[in-house]
């Protein structure tokens, strides 16, 4: 079921503009009304981030010089605010402090978005705001954010719901003032991508970061050959691949591939032990593969930053896990996960939302990776920020950004 013959035609909604629950049609009306009221709630508790007990274990990010400059990050952010206008300018702008941060979401309708929307823009906005994505992460993981959007429009082209799918669909926000020395951030936020990238002086957080596509490749129309997440998927399936019977046995936490991710949208609290094979039960060309999977999607970050993210990683080896879930064959859907003290992995394939096929196939794809104890959004180190200088004053520079 992962051709085109299976793409579901029917319009359902809108991607930007509210669309009334009740106006969907099952299973969506079911599966919207159910994260919504999901969603509604878990933003009402207090952010504390992924933990494995419930408790965060501190200082696991300090604040530091990192001796790389992210000077192109905030020069890419201001120019994008001046080639708004000033009400355009007004809707991109959201307060550090601001839930808006909570409020990402994967889903093809409208719900939470916020921001300007990138299909409202000229040209030359357009690219200023994808100039801010570009500057802050490597080749490979701006070719996926393009490759995404472009199978997005993928779907709008076989299916013609073009209210719901567009390459354009994409809202872009900046949190704070873009600054060589004070906290601020942006967001991209839409369908199948959603980018959260905090920066403190040098240091640079780049989750929660959630990449998906359905399909994973296109066959036909404007971006034929477009292709997304082999190299995730085969990073995954080499290691488990790579296993003894016995180490599969340990690594295998459950024998059906779940639903959806388990760290999706809002759920930024979640208790979730650890699970799987321990880095200590690994062999040495396991633990490659092990860190080659990790660097797959470490490696969507800017280079420096990259190796920066991959020190922290190997500074916690001794209690990373890696977990899997369904079968290990060459046709099968799968699910897999790399938990760590300091990063979390997840990849899964799951069942159609535009293909009617009811059972996780591998034609469609989510992934993210969150920054467990508390660091996602790089809140722990606006934590740490806000300790070490007097932001009560108003003439501090919080204030005098934020006024």
């Known amino acids: 079921m992962h051709d085109e013959a299976h793409i579901i035609r029917v319009q359902s909604g809108s991607a930007r503009e509210w669309t009334p629950l009740d106006a969907f049609p099952e299973p969506l009306h079911t599966i919207f009304t159910t994260s919504l009221e999901r969603s509604e709630r878990l933003l009402a508790e207090p952010f504390k981030g992924l933990t494995t007990d419930g408790?965060?274990?501190?200082?696991?990010?300090?604040?530091?010089?990192?001796?790389?400059?992210?000077?192109?990050?905030?020069?890419?952010?201001?120019?994008?605010?001046?080639?708004?206008?000033?009400?355009?300018?007004?809707?991109?702008?959201?307060?550090?402090?601001?839930?808006?941060?909570?409020?990402w979401h994967n889903m093809h309708v409208c719900f939470y978005r916020h921001g300007v929307c990138l299909f409202d823009l000229n040209d030359a906005q357009?690219?200023?705001?994808?100039?801010?994505?570009?500057?802050?992460?490597?080749?490979?993981?701006?070719e996926n954010v393009r490759n995404v959007m472009k199978l997005n429009e993928h779907v709008a082209e076989i299916s013609g719901r073009t209210e719901e799918f567009n390459e354009w669909y994409y809202y872009m926000s900046i949190f704070g003032e873009p600054s060589e020395t004070e906290p601020w951030g942006w967001q991209f936020d839409g369908h199948h991508q959603i980018i959260n990238a905090f920066v403190l002086g040098d240091q640079l957080v780049l989750t929660p970061h959630f990449s998906g596509s359905e399909p994973v490749v296109?066959?036909?129309?404007?971006?034929?050959?477009?292709?997304?997440?082999?190299?995730?998927r085969d990073a995954g399936f080499a290691l488990m691949k790579a296993l003894?019977?016995?180490?599969?046995?340990?690594?295998?936490?459950?024998?059906?591939?779940?639903?959806?991710?388990?760290?999706?949208?809002?759920?930024?609290?979640?208790v979730l032990p650890y699970a799987g094979i321990r880095w200590d039960a690994l062999t040495a060309?396991?633990?490659?593969?092990?860190?080659?999977?990790?660097?797959?999607?470490?490696?969507?970050?800017?280079?420096?930053?990259?190796?920066?993210?991959?020190?922290?990683?190997r500074a916690h080896l001794d209690d990373t896990y890696f977990a899997w879930m369904g079968a290990c064959d060459d046709v099968s859907p799968f699910y897999y996960r790399v938990h760590s003290p300091v990063i979390f992995i997840e990849f899964d394939h799951l069942p159609g939302?535009?293909?009617?096929?009811?059972?996780?196939?591998?034609?469609?794809?989510?992934?993210?990776?969150?920054?467990?104890?508390?660091?996602?959004?790089?809140?722990?180190?606006l934590r740490q920020h806000y300790l070490e200088h007097d932001h009560a004053h108003p003439e501090s520079p919080h204030r005098r950004s934020h006024g």
């Open 55 to 103: 408790n965060v274990t501190p200082g696991l990010f300090p604040v530091e010089k990192t001796g790389l400059s992210l000077q192109p990050v905030v020069d890419a952010a201001r120019r994008f605010r001046d080639a708004l206008s000033a009400d355009e300018r007004k809707t991109a702008s959201f307060d550090l402090d601001s839930d808006a941060w909570r409020k």
């Open 126 to 142: 357009r690219n200023a705001a994808l100039e801010v994505v570009r500057a802050t992460l490597s080749a490979a993981g701006f």
């Open 218 to 232: 296109a066959k036909s129309g404007k971006y034929a050959g477009t292709r997304v997440f082999d190299e995730e």
């Open 244 to 270: 003894t019977p016995e180490q599969q046995d340990v690594a295998r936490i459950g024998p059906a591939v779940p639903r959806e991710v388990f760290t999706i949208a809002q759920i930024d609290n979640l």
């Open 285 to 313: 060309s396991q633990r490659d593969l092990l860190l080659a999977v990790i660097g797959v999607y470490v490696g969507r970050m800017r280079p420096g930053h990259d190796a920066i993210r991959m020190d922290e990683v």
């Open 353 to 381: 939302i535009a293909f009617d096929n009811p059972e996780p196939t591998r034609a469609h794809v989510h992934t993210i990776v969150r920054t467990p104890n508390g660091n996602d959004y790089g809140r722990d180190l």
